[in-house]
């Protein structure tokens, strides 16, 4: 799921341990007209400025409204870095160069909060801008759904289309639409889209019988046989219960935990996969922030795998109107790059779940 503080995102997990998601409300935009152009060879990729303006006369004016989405986003932000673990804002003008210089790019989300996807858009169109092929690997799609994705890629089609062939919202995310400037961007730079998570059935057994359910080559590259370091695994029991708002068992937690370190870790592999197939192409992760994360998550991973690969970490987080340094700060040491947006406009996720548990 990634990362949920206690009164926000977006409940998502079904490994039988907890009850399902709550439905979110869908922020509707009409991307019926938004199309992906059929992938012309992997060995003959147009040149991104020239492959967006086909993509523009294709579409007309309706897909000049994902840049100005975009840019609105940033002018609502701010983008942090970090010195001497102080907070420092820096301009949408040097993340892009921080982009620029980095071969993986990690870009972890609110699942359900809109500005972090036109945020996302930004990042993925920066990746591209001086022509270096660019691979995305979605936690939102598990590795049984490729040749699907492939599928569609080749053939061409709407975000709508693309949605429902992944089965996007049946599989439990939020509407697509939230996604379609994102979705948008990576279509237009004809990126290859590549599927991160594992299959449902592989979660669901390591959910009920720990991390011996494993798989092996998961387990041994990523030592997830090893005990986790106590501080670390204090945290992220935290963020577990957090992010169920504290209504789950404490003995379901350690379960929780071993799901998120698989997930990372398959994330992980994908990232790492997609770079030693294609080491001129740029890869960026779209997930959950608390996947991404330098200090547990996937940036940790693989950094201790392969420490010499740029990899810049970008936290999409939700901060107050002032976007004052202090939610900034919260982040010195999880990620390269806190961006925080204004929150998602939601109820209350806690509540609903107080209501379907009975509490």
């Not at 990746?127 to 049984?144: G, W, Y």
Request: hydrophobic share 40%; charged share 25%.
């Amino acid at each position: 799921m990634g990362n949920a503080p206690r009164n926000a995102p977006y409940l998502r997990w079904s490994v039988d341990l907890t009850v399902a998601p709550a439905k979110r409300p869908a922020l509707r935009i009409d991307v019926s007209a938004f199309k992906v152009l059929p992938r012309i060879s992997r060995g003959c990729r147009m040149r991104g400025a020239l492959h967006a303006t086909v993509v523009a006369a294709m579409l007309g004016p309706a897909s000049l409204s994902s840049d100005a989405i975009a840019s609105d986003a940033i002018r609502q932000s701010q983008i942090f870095t970090f010195q001497a673990d102080q907070p420092k804002t820096i301009s949408e003008e040097a993340l892009a160069s921080k982009v620029r210089r980095s071969d993986l790019i990690l870009a972890g989300e609110v699942h359900d909060n809109p500005h972090h996807h036109r945020a996302q858009a930004s990042i993925v169109r920066w990746a591209a801008s001086d022509d270096r092929p660019v691979i995305v690997v979605f936690e939102m799609l598990n590795r049984e759904q490729q040749s699907t994705v492939d599928e569609f890629v080749a053939n061409g089609g709407s975000v709508r289309e693309f949605a429902r062939a992944v089965s996007w919202e049946e599989r439990g995310w939020p509407s697509a639409t939230l996604y379609q400037p994102l979705l948008e961007a990576v279509f237009a730079v004809n990126a290859e889209i590549v599927a991160g998570d594992l299959p449902q059935q592989v979660v669901r057994n390591v959910g009920q019988g720990g991390l011996d359910a494993a798989p092996a080559t998961l387990v041994k590259r990523f030592a997830l046989d090893r005990a986790l370091d106590p501080g670390i695994a204090t945290t992220m029991r935290t963020i577990q219960d957090n992010a169920h708002c504290g209504l789950i068992p404490e003995d379901t937690l350690p379960r929780m935990v071993n799901v998120q370190r698989l997930r990372d870790a398959a994330l992980a592999e994908a990232v790492l996969e997609a770079h030693a197939r294609n080491p001129d192409a740029r890869i960026v992760l779209i997930a959950g922030s608390g996947h991404v994360r330098e200090d547990h998550g996937v940036a940790a991973l693989i950094r201790a795998v392969t420490p010499n690969t740029a990899t810049l970490t970008v936290g999409l987080i939700e901060g107050s109107s002032e976007f004052d340094s202090s939610t900034a700060s919260r982040s010195r040491k999880k990620f390269d790059v806190a961006w925080v947006t204004p929150p998602a406009e939601r109820p209350d996720p806690c509540e609903k779940l107080r209501q379907h548990r009975g509490t």
